[in-house]
């Protein structure tokens, strides 16, 4: 019988706790990260739109990206344990040549232990004002910015910012257009020192 009310009482225990979790929008919430158990939510679900396979054909170049939403992944930093919302996924790049350069989709699948595993990683919702500027998004337009890792050469520091735009042919549905730009990158000795994706702009259709 104590062992019965034990149970009860913790399992009371863990669905107060749960249900005292504070919930964080992750636009513009303030203070990421600073609030021990609190839920950095994807409030707006601006990731949403950007969940599915997207593919970019120009000649012999093509560019896809597979994307998916995991939410209430659990993060730890300064000692601080808190959760929040990520798109992660996996891409494949051929360049101008027919020159197949990149191609991790097939790991899209794995059960990495930690979604950074993936080669597509992140979370940060940009306003238009952030890097890189967008002059003709409206004022209430969010974009995405993530992380994409080259596997051969994932010291380079490379970014990829994603924005909804409207299909030519489609009125119904959307594309995505994609920004690929770099950050400052530590280069190992003897390494080559440039992207094998190029910092360009790409218009993605939906598969």
């Known amino acids: 019988m ?8 913790l399992t009371f225990a863990f669905l107060s706790c749960k249900a005292q979790q504070p919930i964080v929008p992750l636009y513009f919430g ?5 609030t021990e158990n609190a839920y950095y939510k994807d409030t707006n679900n601006d990731f949403n739109k950007f969940i599915g396979t997207w593919k ?3 000649g012999n ?5 597979i994307l998916k939403k995991k939410t209430l992944v659990s993060r730890t930093l300064n000692n601080i344990t808190y959760y929040t919302d990520y798109l992660y996924g996996e891409y494949k790049y051929v360049d101008a040549n027919g020159v197949e350069l990149v191609n991790t989709l097939s790991n899209i699948s794995s059960a990495f232990t930690s979604l950074s595993d993936y080669k597509i990683f992140g979370n940060r919702i940009l306003n238009k004002y952030y890097a890189p500027v967008c002059d003709d998004c409206t004022e ?11 596997p051969v050469r994932s010291y380079i520091d490379i970014k990829i910012t994603l924005r909804t735009v409207p299909n030519a042919s489609n009125s119904n549905i959307n594309d995505i ?10 280069v190992p000795t003897g390494q080559p020192a440039d992207s094998r ?3 360009n702009d790409f218009r993605l259709i939906k598969q």
């Not at 303030?30 to 600073?34: F, I, N």
């Not at 170049?61 to 990206?65: A, S, V």
């Not at 209430?140 to 080259?150: F, P």
């Open 61 to 65: 170049e093509e560019f896809t990206i």
């Open 177 to 186: 257009t994609l920004v690929v730009s770099e950050g400052y990158s530590i």
């Open 2 to 9: 104590k062992n019965i009310l034990y149970t009860i009482a």
């Open 30 to 34: 303030g203070g990421y990260a600073s």
């Open 140 to 150: 209430d337009e969010r974009r995405v910015k993530l992380n994409l890792t080259d």
């Open 56 to 58: 970019h054909t120009n």
């Open 197 to 199: 994706i190029p910092a």
